[in-house]
């Protein structure tokens, strides 16, 4: 069993930044694609950023230019570096490894609000 551990989230002004960190247990982490999630009140699950074990990265248009994702194979650790936040940004902030076909892995959410 897999377990994720997120970290990171907080409280903070619109247009400051925070840095998430998903560690995770394990040997699969580095042949898996890893990405963050987020939920907003009200709305559904939406991925927000991924990379590739060939470290090729996707984000959502909403945070091109101010969100990063990164991994750390020798720590089995993914970053999201969040910077220029916004209210909008407010949501749960979920980790997620996943290898199509073999399995599929969410932490438990870490919390992020954006006051303006």
């Avoid at 002004?13 to 907003?40: D, M, N, P």
């Avoid at 009200?42 to 074990?53: H, L, Y």
């Avoid at 979920?94 to 992020?112: E, S």
Wanted: proline letters at 2%.
């Amino acid at each position: 069993q897999v377990r994720l551990v997120e970290s990171g989230g907080g409280l903070v002004q619109a247009g400051g930044s925070l840095r998430l960190s998903c560690a995770a247990s394990g040997s699969i982490f580095s042949i898996a694609t890893v990405g963050w999630y987020r939920r907003a009140p009200g709305k559904q699950r939406d991925m927000v950023a991924t990379i590739t074990s060939g470290e090729s990265s996707y984000y959502a248009d909403s945070v091109k230019g101010r969100f990063t994702i990164s991994r750390d194979n020798a720590k089995n650790t993914v970053y999201l570096q969040m910077t220029s936040l916004k209210p909008e940004d407010t949501a749960v902030y979920y980790c997620r490894v996943v290898r199509a076909g073999a399995y599929d892995y969410w932490g438990q959410g870490t919390q992020v609000t954006v006051s303006s």
